[in-house]
């Protein structure tokens, strides 16, 4: 953990803000400050077989990984929904999943009970590792452990189109393409000097507010905040980066290809931007609303130092978006406008003939 600076407000050991999140957004995009998070865990996975092992019970194609290379991976239950989510590292004897700190030791409980007589250890570190954040321009500021020649620093993907993976939304002008974002593994010592440096004013920190508009405005999807007991990984438009539609079997395969090649998500996300003269931001759980009808449900919002206030909405996939929606908040409704991330008809991309019915004929 590191220590954050006085006048921090913080959540437990999750550090907030140091007084002002839309500064603090600035000086990330500027390379100036670094967010040290405390809600993120790290697994370690060794052992000779742990690549093909993550392969065979994952989403994503890990087989042949080469160290230093960065991609993300999706456990999912034998109906497709999401059950874990992690960033996936690897240093040529370690597997280093990254995942968020309320999710890391059930995926950790579930990793070592699938092990059964496979090569691999699982262990939880995040007692020998902090995840420290930055932008590509602030990356300079960390000095990430490194194993052999590879630095343990997971290059977010977000929002390319990896390789055996799909987009729904937008390919061209993705809010993402703006965004860049690391997480660096750090050792004790590195997270004692990053926690003088900060206090001394020499480095900024920036904390969990300002990290969660600039996701929330590259549209990234987060397992502590988009899913919920029914999530597929299609409806978030998590294909692009988190799994691998061409791999062999997993758990939940079934699913994800008949909704990717024959069906529709039954929910799909949407970008919302918020009415400014509110006070209060919307919170996880509040509904989003066409009139008196019920459409969805806010996952995550955020005020970005150039869009205002924003957030992160779960719809039904048939919701008229149209027109502008009310976000039914403690405080009152907000209104809200809707930019489309996964559209109704994402999915079904096979093209499979019809068939004629056999009850006509000439």
Not at 68 to 78: I, M
Not at 165 to 189: C, F, I, K, T
Not at 247 to 252: M, T
Request: proline residues 6%; negative net charge; contains cysteine.
């Amino acid at each position: 953990m590191i220590a954050s600076p006085a006048g921090a407000i913080t959540d437990g050991d999750v550090l907030l803000h140091v007084g002002d999140p839309m500064r603090e957004q600035r000086a990330l995009v500027r390379g100036t400050a670094v967010a040290p998070r405390a809600g993120r865990g790290v697994i370690a996975v060794t052992g000779v077989d742990r690549l093909s092992w993550l392969d065979s019970i994952t989403t994503q194609a890990l087989a042949r990984l080469e160290p230093g290379v960065s991609t993300e991976l999706l456990v999912l239950d034998p109906q497709g929904r999401v059950e874990h989510a992690a960033a996936v590292l690897d240093d040529g004897e370690t597997t280093w999943l990254i995942a968020d700190a309320g999710d890391a030791p059930a995926l950790a409980t579930w990793l070592g009970r699938m092990r059964f007589r496979l090569r691999v250890e699982v262990r939880d570190a995040s007692t020998e590792v902090a995840v420290v954040g930055a932008t590509d321009a602030g990356l300079a500021l960390i000095r990430p452990l490194t194993i052999g020649e590879t630095p343990l620093v997971w290059r977010d993907p977000w929002p390319a189109v990896a390789v055996g993976g799909a987009a729904y939304g937008p390919v061209e002008e993705h809010p993402g393409a703006q965004r860049s974002w690391n997480e660096a593994l750090v050792d004790a010592a590195e997270a004692s000097r990053l926690a003088q440096l900060a206090a001394s004013g020499e480095i900024g920190f920036a904390g969990e507010l300002a990290v969660e508009a600039l996701r929330v405005a590259a549209w990234r999807p987060r397992f502590a905040d988009e899913v919920d007991e029914r999530t597929i990984p299609h409806e978030l438009d998590w294909l692009r980066t988190a799994v691998h539609l061409d791999k062999g079997c997993y758990r939940g395969q079934e699913t994800v290809a008949k909704v990717h090649n024959l069906g529709h998500p039954p929910r799909r996300l949407v970008s919302l931007h918020l009415d400014g003269s509110a006070e209060s931001l919307p919170a996880r759980g509040d509904v989003v609303a066409v009139g008196d009808v019920e459409i969805g449900r806010i996952t995550s919002a955020g005020r970005h130092y150039e869009d205002g206030p924003i957030a992160l909405a779960v719809i039904k996939r048939t919701a008229d978006t149209d027109t502008d929606v009310v976000v039914r908040t403690a405080d009152g409704d907000v209104a809200a406008s809707v930019t489309t991330v996964v559209p109704p008809d994402a999915g079904a991309s096979a093209g499979v003939p019809r068939l004629p019915r056999l009850s006509r004929r000439r």
